[in-house]
């Protein structure tokens, strides 16, 4: 049963364009989400994370918005630069965050290309 | 310099052998955590510990056993009861408040 979708395996992008990357969750008990960024044969990278009492939350050019009702968050990248290609993973957890050392259930990913 | 180290980056094992997975940290972070990642899937949580000295099973714990003898170590065993462990390793750790961070992997293959 995956509680943590990324529907769209991959997504390419011109240079200097808007990246949508989205993520569907089925499981209510989740409240804190993040995306993660990875190359080949590397670690994921922490991007940006968002608790469920915000929609939005912004860090330079990403920006996640969360909606709840829906289930449905997306990560949005303006303006998308080559270095940007990767694989983008979204993440959630049910233990708000940081208040315990919860474990992520994690997307299947989407590959993102940016292409000069 | 902070960070996760895994070794080897990459391992082969006979079929029937166990193998032991390397994991160090030197962030001072409790909680260690062990996922395994197959082609065009996400990262699945084996094990993780948020203490020395205890550990949980994740969701795909058969096959595979841990340690936590210190804060700084997690290794992970493969054994040769998981019938399919070639996959990429990742460990994580993480502080309270703060998100996991990652080492960079050990890939895993069957001779």
């Known amino acids: 049963d995956q509680q943590v979708k990324q529907n769209s395996p991959s997504l390419s992008v011109q240079e200097g364009r808007i990246s949508i990357l989205n993520c569907d969750y089925t499981?209510?008990?989740?409240?804190?989400f993040l995306w993660y960024k990875k190359y080949p044969a590397e670690g994921p990278t922490f991007l940006i994370s968002?608790?469920?009492?915000?929609d939005k939350n912004e860090d330079g050019r990403f920006t996640v918005f969360l909606n709840k009702s829906a289930k449905h968050l997306s990560l949005h990248i303006v303006p998308s630069q080559p270095g940007d290609s990767a694989v983008y993973f979204c993440?959630?957890?049910?233990?708000?965050?940081?208040?315990?050392?919860?474990?992520?259930?994690f997307g299947q990913g989407t590959i993102l290309t940016v292409h000069p | 310099d902070g960070g996760i180290t895994q070794s080897p980056k990459y391992l082969f094992r006979k079929e029937g052998q166990n193998v032991t997975l390397s994991c160090e940290q030197n962030?001072?972070?409790?909680?260690m955590y062990w996922y395994r990642q197959d082609p065009g899937q996400g990262l699945r949580l084996i094990y993780y510990?948020?203490?020395?000295?205890?550990?949980q099973k994740g969701d795909i714990a058969e096959g595979y056993s841990v340690s936590r003898e210190k804060k700084e170590s997690f290794p992970l065993t493969v054994t040769s009861a998981q019938k399919n462990p070639t996959a990429f390793y990742l460990c994580?750790?993480?502080?309270?408040?703060?998100?996991?961070?990652f080492g960079d992997g050990t890939r895993l293959s069957i001779l």
């Open positions: 994580a750790s993480r502080a309270l408040y703060q998100p996991q961070h």
């Open positions: 499981n209510s008990m989740f409240d804190y």
């Open positions: 968002i608790s469920s009492i915000k």
């Open positions: 993440a959630a957890s049910g233990n708000a965050g940081g208040t315990s050392y919860g474990k992520l259930t």
């Open positions: 962030l001072n972070h409790d909680a």
């Open positions: 510990s948020q203490i020395v000295n205890d550990f």
